[in-house]
């Protein structure tokens, strides 16, 4: 098993932790990556070592953004562990060219790896055959292929979010169907934690109840969540906007725990 006394988080609002409500940290957001962090902290103080943790991420960012705002920052830090998730705003485009993206993701990852930092890389989640992003499932299935075949040759680890398959999927979700809640935070967490065989007592944990709603109240449900949050997040991307257009990482440089 590794230890890991320095770990950096790259991406867009997956790895920033948007949809994990948490008033008290930077950007009112807690997620996977924190509660990660906090189960590698405890690890490294139990043996008598101390422990960074870096965060990066920021929503909204695509993966040129990614690319060229986080990876040397990344490497300045000397971090033994970046995890990367960098893509799926790309993909969720009308028009996406994957395999362009690629050819700039791969020497980015292999610009990491030659810096002496393990790289833990993310596939996209599965969509399923339903909900808002299901006609893009082939797209996410090509990417995810590429990621898998990039580890492996770059000696990466895996974090395959594809392969997650809780229970029940539809209580992993924010009332905005674009991010994770806090239950679903804890699901990647306790899976990426088990991955890269840091000890933990991390649980899933039990989600709330899904009211019955009648049809008309699903109508309106569904309204409601179109002027809130399908409307503006359409709008934003027409007019080449982001929800981080004005926020700085969370940890632009290493805390002992984000806590």
Request: aromatic share 8%.
């Amino acid at each position: 098993m590794d230890h890991f006394r320095r770990y950096v988080a790259l991406g867009d609002s997956f790895t920033e932790g948007v949809g994990d409500v948490d008033t008290a940290r930077p950007n009112e957001v807690r997620g996977w990556a924190d509660r990660v962090a906090e189960a590698m902290a405890a690890d490294a103080h139990q043996r008598g070592e101390d422990f960074g943790y870096a965060n990066l991420a920021i929503r909204g960012r695509k993966m040129g953004q990614i690319l060229a705002e986080q990876i040397e920052p990344a490497i300045a830090l000397q971090p033994d562990l970046v995890s990367l998730y960098a893509g799926v705003n790309d993909i969720l485009r009308p028009r996406v060219d994957i395999d362009a993206m690629i050819a700039d993701y791969r020497p980015a990852v292999e610009r990491l790896r030659a810096a002496g930092i393990n790289v833990g890389l993310f596939t996209a989640f599965d969509p399923g055959k339903a909900g808002i992003f299901a006609a893009l499932r082939g797209r996410l299935a090509i990417y995810n292929e590429h990621i898998r075949q990039i580890a492996e040759e770059t000696g990466c680890i895996l974090l395959d979010s594809w392969r997650m398959r809780p229970e029940r999927p539809d209580t992993m979700w924010s009332p905005d169907r674009i991010h994770l809640n806090t239950v679903g935070h804890q699901y990647v967490a306790i899976n990426v934690l088990n991955t890269l065989g840091v000890p933990h007592d991390l649980v899933e944990l039990e989600p709330e109840p899904v009211p019955e709603l009648s049809r008309s109240q699903k109508r309106a449900a569904n309204l409601r969540w179109m002027r809130e949050d399908a409307v503006p997040w359409v709008q934003r991307r027409l007019t080449g906007r982001s929800s981080g257009d004005a926020l700085d990482p969370r940890f632009a440089t290493y805390v002992p725990t984000p806590g």
